[in-house]
């Protein structure tokens, strides 16, 4: 391994670790404004997450996917679409 290559894999996992704390950074602080918002209007949050959600699941069933697939896009619809509002209103 020549000291190229060490460099540019210390350079590498540095980057890594820039990543890593970016997206932990975004991650508290949407999920304070998460937190937030859904203890100050719960009836809001839930349906901001549930009617999304299954929206989603129902369209990918519809369209052929697999009940555990649709279920995870789901869930990642509702929760992607509840942390937008979160961030707006919370």
């Given at each position: 391994?020549?000291?190229?290559?060490?460099?540019?894999?210390?350079?590498?996992?540095l980057?890594?670790?820039?990543?890593?704390?970016?997206?932990?950074?975004?991650?508290?602080?949407?999920?304070?404004?998460?937190v937030?918002?859904?203890?100050?209007?719960?009836?809001?949050?839930?349906?901001?997450?549930?009617?999304?959600?299954?929206?989603?699941?129902?369209?990918?069933?519809?369209?052929?996917?697999?009940?555990?697939?649709?279920?995870?896009?789901?869930?990642?619809?509702?929760?992607?679409?509840?942390?937008?509002?979160?961030?707006?209103?919370?």
């Amino acid at each position: 391994m020549s000291a190229g290559e060490v460099v540019l894999w210390v350079l590498l996992g540095l980057a890594a670790l820039a990543v890593l704390a970016f997206v932990g950074i975004v991650a508290k602080f949407v999920g304070k404004a998460a937190v937030s918002y859904a203890r100050r209007k719960p009836p809001q949050a839930v349906g901001f997450f549930a009617v999304p959600g299954g929206l989603a699941t129902f369209v990918a069933t519809f369209f052929g996917a697999g009940l555990p697939l649709a279920m995870g896009l789901g869930m990642i619809t509702g929760l992607a679409v509840f942390l937008l509002v979160a961030m707006e209103l919370g």
